[in-house]
């Protein structure tokens, strides 16, 4: 690890003019930057320690919805009592994602900020656009095991690594922004990741400066709530591919199927037509035949990951025909 200096931001504003300044990167829980620079993937001049600065309340918000803050752990969300009630398909793609004690450290804005796993970018010997523009991809040709398959470039082809974002998405979550000199914005978390395109270094829509201050989820929702991991091993492992699903039915039909993918894509990945095709219909093979001929359509592998095409065909039968039980 290099040498760094460390300051304690006191304020938000205080923290916007820290991490707004070039060389400064911003530290909560740590869980996945500490890595990144004992392995010289991060190499800061200064971190700026935000853990004071407050935003780590989960409350209720006044359409009966819930707002989670940026600072608060991942087991204070998972444990909280309306997200076990009442958005229990985040809950169960938290527990999927990391040990008790990552979860007792990283946070809800840590864990939308992580970066992603590709053996690559965190071995500084091999070729990586992500971390050093223009010196190629290992992955495309080499270890592509974990790699995506959907919304790639010629220049990256890595995952989003997370779990939680993958509820938040099924759940058309949004994220509150804060920026230099108080401006506010809020965009949602199926907008807030990036595809990897000619910047695949730039992973999230935040700007220098700006600090995600909480996730706010819509008021409940009634149905099955489920999230399916499949990993190489059952114990912690990163997704092959993960789907949450939001679904309900009346009279042996959908009428609601909110559904995001994980393992997949540089980004949590949602497509509208999913749910357009599923609402209005009875659960059947054919169906959910169409509704991952829709998903699939422009998928690619390259080589080590192909197998992901047909498993995810297989787990999104799986997950919708579980989810259709559950939900009638
Ligand atoms: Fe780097 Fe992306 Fe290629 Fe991995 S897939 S080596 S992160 S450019």
Redesign the pocket.
Known sequence: MRPFSYQRARTLQNAGDLTGAEGTLAIAGGTNLLDLMKLQVETPETLADINRVGFAEIEDTADGGLSIGALATNTETTVHPRVRSDYPVLARAILAGATQQLRNKATTGGNLCQR?R????TNID??????EPGSG????KGIAKL?AVLGTSD????TYPGDMAVALSALDAQVQIAGPGGAERTVAVRDFHCL?GDT?WRENVLEPGEMIQAVTLPPPVRGAQLYRKVRERSSYAFALVSIAAIIEMNEGKFTRADLAFGGLAHKPWHDPRLAETLVGNAPSSELFDRAADLLLEDAQGFGENDFKIPLTRRTLHAVLEQAAEEAA
């Open positions: 992603t590709c053996f690559y970018f091999q070729p990586c656009n992500k971390r991809c290992g992955a495309i790699h220049q990256c082809i890595a990897p695949p």
